[in-house]
């Protein structure tokens, strides 16, 4: 099979470095008290000249700004059942969410000193598993949680799971500050929650995930993966196809989803270095087989050459859902189109229907949907743009990468940083300062733009 496997993460720095050693040397024992904000924030042309460099000053103030309220502004001391430091999304949202957080961990371990932090974070999800699986029967067992509320202590708080990345956050934090002792602790659990996932998502067997919830309720199911995307609006739930027994419940969603699952198979991909760094080449196998199997299905099953990209696909059936949306992009950063493939979605990535003015809208705006301003129909994410710039970069599209990122990073410096934008006018919507919006800074970063680029001092 003609399957590309992403290079591991770019763009990143040794460890050891002086120049890290020496930025910020007095503030990182002071990494959760308020004058971190104000170290940050003061002169940042000059204090993050020690650890970052761009020739453009508006993009060093852009760096200080997003460290000081989407990252180190999003760590919080211990609160029950959160045993350790966590990060928070921001705009209210308290508790530690999945795929947030890996974005934020990602750029907090280029800071130097922040391993133990880090360690506590990752160890929130072990925790969790723990708890979830002394009060779970075996066939939920593993799973990690979409957020860890302070407060919640009922297992009915915890139906349901979110984007499964947490593989490619160790993966990002490990190239960046080699920490053996996080492979240690995470390698183990992180496998156990693919397992759950594989389990309790792919329930047809044919490597392809859906939603669900254990309380049955769709937009519990709804928030594991873009919360309102328009291929789910005829979700139905369901009780295991095959499993049988008196507490059984309507828990699985009937439509396969290709973000979630092109999610789960970059993270298998991640899985599978890591237990190769770690000398455990027994888990590499095992998650080899994962990825081929679901590369294979999602081919097969969710690729549409007229569309131009992977689509939905009802579980039973394996019938086409017809619409586009910004799920359907997601399986370039996982590496599971062929060279062709990819080649066709850098094509219709370039029409109407998707190069809006601020690119990549949620939804194909040909879909009578779609609007400019709407939460996953039309608006626009930078998390789910950097990653599809990662996926055309790595396919060898660059320029239309550099252009999606390059307008990305144009927006947030003209708009200012928040959770999403409108897809024509650019304009600020939803949280400000969400955490996940460092990924301004990723797409740089990795240097996938031309015009703004950001390096880390070697």
Avoid at 13 to 28: D, E, H, I, K, V
Avoid at 73 to 89: A, Q
Wanted: proline letters at 6%; aromatic letters at 10%.
């Amino acid at each position: 099979m003609n399957q590309r496997s992403p290079s591991p993460p770019v763009g990143v720095s040794g460890r050891g470095n002086p120049s890290r050693r020496t930025f910020l040397a007095a503030s990182a024992a002071l990494l959760l008290t308020p004058r971190v904000s104000r170290l940050l924030a003061a002169e940042p042309d000059k204090r993050l000249a020690e650890l970052f460099e761009s020739s453009d000053p508006a993009v060093l103030k852009l760096v200080a700004e997003v460290y000081e309220k989407c990252i180190l502004g999003k760590i919080y001391p211990p609160e029950d059942p959160l045993k350790h430091s966590w990060i928070g999304p921001g705009g209210g949202y308290r508790g530690q969410w999945i795929w947030d957080t890996m974005f934020v961990v990602d750029l907090l371990s280029i800071l130097p000193g922040q391993e133990k932090v880090i360690r506590e974070v990752f160890q929130n999800y072990w925790d969790f598993q723990d708890l979830w699986n002394a009060r779970m029967p075996d066939y939920a067992h593993d799973m990690v949680t979409c957020n860890i509320k302070p407060g919640m202590d009922n297992v009915k708080d915890w139906p349901y799971s979110q984007i499964p990345i947490l593989a490619w956050g160790l993966e990002r934090v490990y190239a960046r500050n080699q920490d053996k002792e996080l492979l240690r602790q995470s390698l183990a659990p992180t496998e156990r929650f693919h397992d759950w996932y594989w389990r309790e998502r792919d329930v047809t067997n044919v490597g392809l995930t859906t939603v669900g919830s254990y309380n049955g309720q769709i937009r519990y199911a709804k928030w594991e993966t873009f919360d309102d995307e328009c291929n789910m609006d005829g979700l139905k739930m369901s009780v295991h196809p095959t499993r049988k027994g008196p507490h059984e419940g309507a828990w699985y969603g009937d439509i396969c989803v290709p973000g979630n699952t092109a999610y789960l198979v970059m993270a298998e991909r991640s899985l599978l270095r890591l237990a190769q760094i770690a000398g455990d080449q027994p888990m590499a196998a095992r998650r080899k087989v994962r990825i081929d199997k679901a590369v294979e299905a999602m081919r097969k099953h969710m690729w549409d050459e007229e569309a131009g990209l992977f689509l939905s696909v009802k579980r039973d059936t394996l019938e086409k859902i017809p619409v586009g949306t910004i799920g359907g992009w997601i399986p370039l950063t996982a590496g599971v189109p062929s060279d062709a493939m990819a080649a066709r979605m850098a094509e219709v990535l370039r029409t109407p229907g998707w190069n809006t003015p601020l690119p990549v809208p949620t939804v194909d705006r040909k879909d009578k949907r779609w609007k400019a301003d709407t939460f996953w129909r039309g608006d626009v994410w930078p998390a789910t743009n950097y990653q599809i710039a990662s996926g055309l970069a790595a396919y060898g599209h660059k320029d239309l990468a550099a252009d999606i990122a390059d307008k990305t990073v144009a927006n947030a410096l003209g708009n200012g940083i928040s959770e999403r934008y409108d897809s024509v006018s650019g304009k600020k919507l939803g949280v400000e300062y969400l955490g996940m919006t460092c990924t301004v800074l990723t797409l740089m970063l990795d240097g996938l733009g031309r015009k703004y680029q950001l390096r880390v001092k070697r």
